[in-house]
Structures are given as structure tokens and as C-alpha cells.
């Protein structure tokens, strides 16, 4: 079975501070995402990358950057938090053009 | 126009009954497409691939129509556990890899 691990469930971090979301996926997909899911909002894709040190825009890049030095490992960050970035962020990968996997999420809280 | 558009429903339909969901997409040149299935609080799960020939596994049907652009899935003999959010899923006009997530339809199954 796939496996994406996020390494954080719950998170709790203060306007302006640097926040850091890890992932790591298990099973050698060159193709990994970040997501964020708001109520109403649905799934709106921040970033993702095809490949080691790699990335792409997605819908909604502003305010985050993300890096990829290892194949199994996409990280996200968020320079400087603000509120309206709380929100729950899921992690994915997936092979070629086929279907993604998700992490469990991080539900980021920003004060 | 939404590039993935589903009923959020909900739709309450009681165990043993037939339900389907249909989803339409506005890209014409996507090639990938997904039901996705989410639990409350939960991350999603890829359900099944939709194929050009329409594809079953066990209760579940996908079918996709691309002249008129639009996927559907039929559930039969409803159980109590099939109760949960289904999401529509596209590669959309972010990359052949990226894709585009409907905000779901809700099923509730009653006993």
C-alpha cells in the first residue's frame, strides 16, 4: 500500500512565524502536491513537483514556497503565517498520470 | 464556470437503494478522471479511475461521457458505510498531472 506521511496532525502557530510542513511518501512517485481544503472551497492545489528539486504553481502559490532535495520528501513553507492561512493542508503523491494518494493532513491553526 | 462541478446534495437515500452522482468538466482536453471518496474530517481516497470504456468494481459503476463531458457513478445496494463526501476528480489545466477536484457531493445512507 501507498504510503504518505505528514508530519504533523494538528498545528498551532502565531501571525509571522515560519512554518514548515514535511511529507514523505513511500513508494518512489516522481510526482508530489500540496493542497489546501477550506469549507465551500474544496481542494485548491498550492504547488506540487514532478521531480527532485522541481517545482510548478498551482491555483493558489501565494504567500507559500515549497522545496523537494529528496525524492520521497515535499516540504511546504510558509515564510510568514497569517490567518488566513489556517486551514487544513494535505499532501499527495502519485506515478505518471495516474491517481494521487493522500497524507492524512495537517490542520494548521494560525493566531 | 467551475472547471469540475458536482451537487453537494446531500443526497439521503435509505440502505439497499441505488444512488448516482453525476460530475461535468469544462476542459475538454482532460484524459485523466477520478471518484474520490472522503470521510468526514478525513483525507481523500481514491475510489476508482474512470476509463473511456466505463469501468465496475463490486457495487461501484463509473461511466464517462466525453461528448458531453460529464462522469458519473452509480452505487447500488447502498450500505450504511458508503455514507461520506464524493468528490469528482479531472486532470485540469495546471499540467496532465495535476488535477482538478471537484467540491463534492454528500451521501448520507439511512438505516
Known amino acids: 500500500d501507498v504510503k504518505v506521511t505528514q508530519s504533523s496532525r494538528y498545528l498551532v502557530k502565531r501571525t509571522g512565524e515560519k512554518v514548515f510542513l514535511e511529507c514523505v511518501q513511500d513508494?518512489?512517485?516522481?510526482?508530489m502536491f500540496w493542497y489546501r481544503q477550506d469549507p465551500g472551497l474544496g481542494l485548491r492545489l498550492i504547488y506540487f513537483?514532478?521531480?527532485?528539486?522541481?517545482?510548478e504553481k498551482g491555483d493558489i502559490p501565494e504567500g507559500y514556497s515549497v522545496s523537494r532535495e529528496k525524492k520521497e520528501r515535499f516540504s511546504l513553507i510558509l515564510e510568514s503565517a497569517s490567518t488566513n492561512q489556517t486551514s487544513m493542508y494535505l499532501c499527495?503523491?502519485?506515478?505518471?498520470?495516474?491517481?494521487?494518494?493522500f497524507g492524512p493532513g495537517t490542520r494548521l491553526t494560525v493566531l | 464556470r467551475k472547471e469540475v462541478e458536482q451537487d453537494p446534495g446531500p443526497f439521503n437515500v435509505p440502505e439497499g437503494a441505488t444512488v448516482a452522482f453525476n460530475c461535468t468538466y469544462s476542459?475538454?482536453?482532460?484524459?485523466?478522471f477520478f471518484w474520490y471518496r472522503q470521510d468526514c474530517r478525513k483525507e481523500p481516497k481514491l475510489l476508482m479511475s474512470v476509463y473511456s470504456s466505463g469501468n465496475e468494481d463490486g457495487r461501484f459503476t463509473a461511466q464517462l461521457n466525453r461528448a458531453s463531458q460529464y462522469i458519473s457513478l452509480l452505487i447500488r445496494d447502498s450500505k450504511l458505510s458508503d455514507s461520506a463526501t464524493y468528490l469528482c476528480?479531472?486532470?485540469?489545466?495546471?499540467?496532465?498531472?495535476?488535477?482538478?477536484f471537484g467540491s463534492g457531493t454528500r451521501l448520507q445512507v439511512q438505516p
Open positions: 499527495a503523491s502519485s506515478h505518471g498520470e495516474g491517481g494521487q494518494y
Open positions: 476528480v479531472v486532470n485540469g489545466r495546471t499540467g496532465r498531472r495535476a488535477l482538478t
Open positions: 513537483s514532478y521531480d527532485v528539486k522541481m517545482k
Open positions: 513508494m518512489d512517485h516522481e510526482n
Open positions: 476542459n475538454s482536453a482532460s484524459q485523466s
